[in-house]
């Protein structure tokens, strides 16, 4: 059985790179993106301009959440 397993997630990262490699050979247009690493309540955000507002918003609202956990279930240390 885990050979099994084995085979079908190698045969399907194998299929998942060659469609990649596909879709940027016909793809013409500018690749855009961006990232988001929350280090704790700290966000480090990435991208270009209309992904890093996006980013934004989001990593406030997760910044939210898990202040908002923190003092709800009484995680917040001391």
Do not use: E, K, N, Y
């Not at 990232?35 to 989001?58: A, H, K, N, Y």
């Amino acid at each position: 059985m885990d050979l099994l397993l084995t085979a079908v997630g190698l045969a399907l990262i194998m299929l998942g790179i060659l469609l990649v490699m596909i879709s940027l050979a016909s793809a013409r247009a500018r690749i855009r993106g961006g990232g988001l690493i929350l280090i704790g309540p700290f966000p480090i955000i990435f991208g270009d301009r209309s992904m890093v507002l996006i980013l934004l918003v989001v990593g406030m609202f997760l910044v939210f959440i898990m202040l908002l956990l923190g003092i709800t279930l009484g995680l917040g240390g001391a």
